[in-house]
């Protein structure tokens, strides 16, 4: 966004956590205050028949948010696990996310990335050293030799997926 020096890393981190903090938890709490005394204030103080049952505001707070919570909670569910939506949602994150094609910096790159290339090296050497080694098992073997090493070194492997919606 701002380019690739230390200082602008650092602005570049407040302006997510700004984004997150804001549109996470301040939209959130005042969208919710200002819904609540809007329908109240501009809709039931209107009606006779609503004031009747809501005289105060605090009670019609109450009783919103104990049906609306249980109501947002289960659309909320229905949105993760009975929708196309979060799985659009996922998939539109990991075609985005630079650690696709690349190993997250970490245990993964130091540690298991390259275990797992000492243990191809190691098992490629005792098949080799068997004779049981075919042309198309050892090609095979060298490439993923090669990816693993680009990985471990911070590089790319692969081409990020492309979606006709991208």
């Known amino acids: 966004m701002f380019g690739r020096g230390m200082g602008t ?28 005394v809007t ?4 809709a039931i ?19 919103a ?14 949105h993760l696990k009975r929708t196309s939506a979060f799985t659009s949602e996922q998939d539109i994150s990991i075609e985005a996310s630079p650690y696709t094609y690349k190993l997250p910096p970490g245990f993964t790159r130091e540690a298991y ?6 243990l191809l090296a190691g098992m490629k050497r005792l098949v080799e050293a068997q004779g049981k080694l075919s042309v198309e098992d050892k090609s095979r073997i060298e ?13 790319y492997v692969g081409s990020p997926r492309r979606s006709k919606f991208s």
């Open 113 to 118: 990335f390259p275990l797992y290339l000492e």
């Open 65 to 78: 948010t104990m049906l609306g919570a249980p109501l947002s909670v289960a659309i909320g569910w229905a």
């Open 9 to 36: 890393k650092f602005h570049t981190r407040l302006w997510y956590y700004f984004r997150l903090g804001y549109s996470t938890y301040l939209t959130f709490l005042l969208g919710y205050v200002s819904t609540l």
């Open 143 to 155: 490439r993923l030799e090669r990816n693993l090493e680009v990985l471990v070194n911070g590089g």
């Open 39 to 42: 329908i109240y204030y501009l």
């Open 45 to 63: 103080k209107n009606l006779p028949a609503l004031l009747d049952i809501f005289p105060h505001f605090v009670p019609f707070a109450v009783i």
